[in-house]
């Protein structure tokens, strides 16, 4: 019994601080598109925003224009990983609508196509536009 309550408790939380990291990632975001004087760089906050970019649970779809723009002034390798990962994200389209192009075409040959799974269609699209934001 007290093993239960002591994980619900820690489990609890757990969940208290994501949303408390979210929060402050999201404020941190703000801080940087409407006050910069007072904005100083954190690391950590900007790992936190690159892991989460393509979630709109962690990242609403209210901050992902200034998350565009902050990652627009990004310099160095976060860039290059930024772009990586979106061109990740759009071959997996690519791949999906090729094998869907072939499932229709050889229907007889179900069983013999690799299953490939379809990218969340805000996570295609977020990843369209942070291509486009950085290869401008």
Request: neutral net charge.
């Amino acid at each position: 019994m007290k093993k239960e309550k002591h994980a619900q408790r820690q489990a609890e939380a757990q969940s208290a601080a994501k949303d408390q990291l979210k929060s402050q990632c999201i404020t941190y975001l703000s801080q940087w598109k409407h006050d910069r004087e007072n904005w100083k760089f954190m690391k950590a906050k900007q790992v936190w925003l690159y892991k989460n970019k393509f979630s709109s649970q962690l990242v609403p779809d209210e901050s992902w224009p200034v998350l565009l723009e902050y990652f627009e002034s990004a310099k160095g390798n976060i860039r290059n990983m930024l772009l990586t990962d979106a061109h990740k994200i759009i071959k997996e389209m690519d791949d999906w609508t090729a094998s869907q192009d072939k499932d229709g075409d050889n229907a007889e040959d179900m069983d013999q196509t690799p299953d490939v799974r379809k990218p969340d269609p805000s996570v295609y699209n977020r990843a369209r536009s942070l291509i486009q934001c950085l290869e401008e």
